[in-house]
Structures are given as C-alpha cells and as structure tokens.
C-alpha cells in the first residue's frame, strides 16, 4: 500500500534535505523547530492491462456513445493531442499517446473512416522535433501520417487554417484550428500531469491562437487565479471553460479521453530523488555522492543531455473518456488522490528546490525567465486552498539561473530579457507597452511557423505565469544564482541558504517559520 504524503517538522537529529539546483543538487540543513519539509505520496499502484484499459475506456465513455458508434465511412475524424510538455520527464517508450491514437485508428479504420488527421495541439509553443514526434506517436504512425501530411503541427498563426467559431458572454473570442472546428468528430487524448491539465483547456487553448489565448493569458486574469490547480479558483479555468460552452453550441463534437499517472518520476539510479532523506540506505547515499560529484564536473551542456535523456518509469492510474466535462471531473479528483497532501497552515518562507526541466524547456535551457515561471508560476502553484507562503512572505529558490538561453527554441526570450526586463518586470506594464510588438512581430512569426521557436509573445506568458506569486509575496531570493541575471529579474540573489534566511529577516523577522516544498515528485499542498 503506497503511503501518503507527509509533513515532516524538522528537529536537530533531522538530515539536511535535498534541493534540486537546475543540473545539480544541494543539501541545506533547515533551522529546527522552526521548519518543515512535506514529501509527496508515494506512487499510486498502475494499471497493470494497459491496453484492456484503453478499449474499454473508449467502449464505455461517460456521457457519451462508445467511440465506434460516432465513427461512419465519409467523415471528417481529426485526433489532437498533447505536445511535448508533457509528461515531465519524458515517459518511456510506448508512449500513452502511442497506444491510444493506435486504438483509436484501429476502430476508425473497422468503421470505413479514411479521412483522419492528427494534429499536435501547440497553442504557441515551439513545433516538436520529428525525434520527439515519434517518441510520443510511435514510429508506425509516424510514417503512416506524416510523410502523406496527415499529421501535422497546429499553427496558431496560419489564417488560412483558422475558424471563428464566436463569442462568450464576456466578449472572449474563440479561434481555433480549423480542421479540428471541421471535423464531424474531434478526439483529444490528454495527459494529466497536474490538476490544471485537460478539461476545455486541452481545445480551447490546445488548439487556439494569439486572438483567443489573449484573453486569459494575461496579467489580470493570472493575478486572479488562486490556484492553477484548483478550476474552481483559477480564473484562467473559468475563462476556458466559457470558451468552452462556445465550443459546445458552435463547434466540433468532443471527444475527450484523459490519462492520469502515478508519481513513479525517477529510475535508477535516480531514484533515490524521490526518496525521503532520513530513509536513504548506505547505496542511496553512495549513489547521490557519485551523481552530485560527476554532474558538477560536466560541462552545463552535457549535464543537460544526461537530464534529459532520463525517460520517467511513471505509468497508468486511470484513463477515462467521453464528454469533455464529466471525463475532467473524474480525472481531476484522480489527480487528487494520487497528489493531495493535507497542510496545516501557512509559513513566513517558502523554499523551493527548482529541477533542470519545466513544460517549456525539454531538451533545451531553462533559462531565467522560466527559473520564474517555475518557481512562482508552478511550484507557487502546488496549492489547493491557500499558498502555502503567507501574503508578504518569502519565496526562496534554489537554481544556478544564468543568463543563458536557446537560440533557436526561445529567441524572443533573449529580446525579452535584454529589452522588456530592462525597461520593466511589472507585468501589467509590459503587457500594455510591449506584448502587441513581440506578438506581432514578422520574424518572430515567421521563426515560430518554420522552425522549432516559441512564439514571440510565449515569455510574456511565462511572466504573466508567475504574476500572482510575485504580488503575493514580499520578496523572491534565488540561491546560488548568477547575481546579475537574479537582479535582472528584480530578485535577490544569495550565496548559501543561510544566506538567503538572513536576508529574508528583514521581511518576516528574525524567527520565521520555514516550508520546504519537496518536488519532484509532483504533489498539491491541500492547506487548512
């Protein structure tokens, strides 16, 4: 039986804990008696018939006619899925989507459909690298669809290939690919890392452009969501979901089929990262000596491409399909049990260990702006009730965070970072003065259509991500950091923790209570 989570409170005889720092690790010894460290559950069971799962799941859909009743011969059937952010790390091949688009293929082809695409739902993100492709499809439906163009990479920027499909009752337009608004039968296969995934967000974000995506990718509508996490107080959810009913009345018929994973996140020899320090054994030990050691002594480069290379053993908790909202609200509360853990109030600082990899940097740099994002956009987020930091406290994150980016998957990050940031990093003031003239912008247009780059507009969003975390707290201190990037991003920089403890006196006091965050593994801090 897997354990829960738990919230240790740190004593004397307490070991120093382990921090994740970018392609390394450190180990801090916090204050006892004044400190607590919450770890996540331990890995939920899987399903061990994977594949009988997945015909049944789409045999028994709820609230909806199983999926070989909606397919006929002369239909248009489009099949969207999730892109390379996720899941994080990468799972091991077969991929879930590989096994669900293949029997999702196999019925329409019993039922006479020969019009089927496939389109990765992109939004603004950078188009996936055919090696990436075929990790998440499998290379017999690569070679089936790609080289006869029937798989493809949703364009947020094509005009040709988008549909307006209305208005909510709030003036939020919705445009989406115009294939999937086209099909007689849109199938969109998710993976749920986080409570935030799926639902109308896999569509209606998934599948959008710059004209929809504005809507709630925005300061306003970030500073308002109390948690990404939780829909009912995400603003940015209720936004979608509005989208949604648009979507519902004037678009393509749904179907929605949702994966959730268990929290099976490191194999060996990583695996001792998901342990709990004052279990670890005598090879534990030895094998977090010998990886911290050989990671310091590599080049950045190609401790990267050890990271990244790492493919997660995390496996399959549930899959089920059907009606868009009923399927989420089945999938989210699995998510829940999978990820839950129950804290008792909130902390004057919060530190957070901030790992080599986040949705936006998978085989590539995580460079400063998305040190932010991940640190105050989603590990601030990991909350369902109330942060975890109180309002005015003290965010403290560990990351090498250098000023170092990826020329070809975030070249508007770099104008972003020398220009915007130089200016400003109030997010309503960029957005007003400077996302029209990146969103707009023909070369990063162009980059973003024909090469493997963000959109232009993509680190206003990874700012705006972390809106709320940055008006909720006092303060942000990064440990270990380049200190003039840290201060470019308008934060402290720091050389040790107790450093960065000492600095953070002077806006909580000299005693404050310290939460240490321990993820990966992903977990939600459910907090009373």
């Known amino acids: 039986m897997p354990r829960p989570g738990f919230v240790l409170d740190v004593d004397r005889s307490t070991p120093p804990s382990l921090f994740w720092h970018g392609e390394g690790f450190r180990l801090e010894k916090l204050p006892a008696d004044r400190s607590r460290v919450i770890y996540a559950p331990e890995p939920h069971d899987a399903i061990d018939d994977v594949d009988g799962a997945i015909r049944t799941a789409l045999l028994h859909p709820i609230d ?19 892109d390379v952010s996720l899941p994080l790390p990468k799972m091991r091949r077969p991929d879930l989507r590989q096994r669900i688009i293949e029997q999702v293929l196999t019925m ?18 950078r188009r996936m690298h055919e090696f990436e492709l075929r990790h998440a499809l499998g290379d017999r439906v690569y070679d089936a669809f790609e080289p006869r163009g029937l798989l493809f990479q949703h364009d947020a920027e094509d005009p040709d290939n988008l549909a307006f499909l209305g208005t909510t009752d709030q003036g939020e337009e919705i445009e989406i690919n115009k294939r999937a608004a086209e099909s007689d039968l849109l199938v969109y296969v998710n993976i749920n890392l986080v409570a935030m995934d799926g639902g109308w967000k ?6 959008a452009s710059y004209r929809s995506l504005r809507h709630h990718h925005n300061p306003t509508t970030m500073e308002a969501s109390h948690s990404f996490m939780d829909q009912h107080a995400s603003e940015l959810h209720k936004s979608t979901w509005r989208m949604g009913k648009v979507m519902r ?11 959730t994973l268990n929290t099976d ?19 534990d030990r030895a094998l977090y000596l010998a990886t911290a050691k050989s990671v310091a002594k590599l ?6 491409k050890l990271f990244h290379g790492i493919e997660a053993p995390h496996q399959l908790t549930s899959i089920q399909c059907g009606e868009v909202e009923a399927v989420h609200k089945v999938t989210t509360q699995n998510v829940y049990d999978q990820q839950l853990v129950e804290v008792e109030g909130q902390t004057d600082i919060l530190t957070l260990g901030i790992p080599y990899i986040c949705p936006y940097n998978v085989n590539s740099i995580m460079n400063p702006i998305l040190v932010m994002c991940t ?27 250098t000023n170092e980016f990826h020329p070809v998957h975030h070249p508007s990050y770099i104008d972003f970072f020398e220009e915007v940031l130089a200016d400003t990093t109030d997010p309503h003031v960029m957005s007003q003065k400077w996302e029209k003239q990146y969103a707009e912008d023909d070369w990063y247009r162009h980059l973003y259509r024909t090469t493997n780059a963000y959109h232009g507009v993509h680190p206003f969003y990874m700012w705006y991500w972390g809106s709320h975390g940055m008006k909720h707290v006092g303060k942000v201190i990064i440990v270990g950091g380049d200190a003039a990037t840290v201060r470019k991003l308008g934060f402290t920089p720091a050389s040790t923790m107790n450093d960065a403890l000492e600095i953070a006196s002077d806006t909580v006091g000299r005693h404050p209570t310290i ?5 990966p593994p992903l977990m939600i801090a459910d907090v009373k």
């Open 375 to 401: 640190g105050l956009g989603y590990f601030f987020n990991l909350y369902r009730g109330k942060p975890l930091v109180r309002e005015g406290g003290v965010v403290i994150l560990t990351h090498p965070t």
């Open 249 to 259: 009345d004037h678009g393509p018929k749904v179907f929605q089929i949702e994966t």
């Open 202 to 207: 896999s569509t209606a974000v998934g599948l």
């Open 515 to 519: 939460t240490y965050l321990k993820t």
């Open 64 to 82: 909806m006619d199983p999926l070989p009743s909606l397919l006929f011969p002369g239909m248009k059937l489009t099949i969207a899925f999730d």
């Open 299 to 304: 080049p950045a480069r190609s401790a990267r």
């Open 108 to 125: 329409a082809a019993e039922a006479g459909v020969d019009d089927v695409h496939l389109i990765a739902a992109l939004a603004l993100h």
């Open 265 to 283: 996140t490191f194999p060996q020899p990583f695996d001792f990262l998901a342990k709990r320090e004052w279990e670890w054994n005598a090879k």
